[in-house]
């Protein structure tokens, strides 16, 4: 199938043709732009809180928008939140507790 911004390149149609080109235009645009996703990274850490407490400050002060917009999107806003919740209790619980987390107290074995 003919490019139809370079209509003298051909280029393949099928979906997984089209994936497996994306993904290698990617890393060809990451492999140019190394530093690109770590400008605000290197900003350091008092830049980090000014950007927080900003957000912070237009949340108190937009409360409404907030409000509509997890309405207008709350299907997406509870599954992130379940999902967000969930990794958060995995990671308390530690490595290899695994466990029901609703399993009640646990009772020391006794002492024989």
């Known amino acids: 199938m003919p490019n139809k911004y370079s209509p003298r390149q051909k280029v393949c149609g099928k979906p997984e043709c089209q994936k497996a080109r994306q993904i290698q235009s990617m890393k060809e645009w990451r492999a140019k732009h190394p530093n690109y996703f770590k400008y605000d990274e ?3 850490e008092d830049w980090l809180k000014q950007q927080r407490e900003r957000s912070r ?7 409404d928008k907030i409000r509509r917009y997890r309405q207008d ?3 997406e806003y509870r599954s992130y939140m379940r999902e967000y919740m969930r ?11 695994g466990g ?12 024989s």
Do not use: I
């Open 42 to 44: 290197s900003k350091g």
């Open 57 to 63: 400050n237009w949340r108190r002060s937009n409360p």
């Open 73 to 75: 999107h709350l299907d």
């Open 87 to 97: 990794k958060y209790r995995e990671k308390r619980r530690g490595p290899g507790s």
């Open 100 to 111: 029901a987390s609703n399993a009640g107290p646990q009772t020391p074995p006794a002492a």
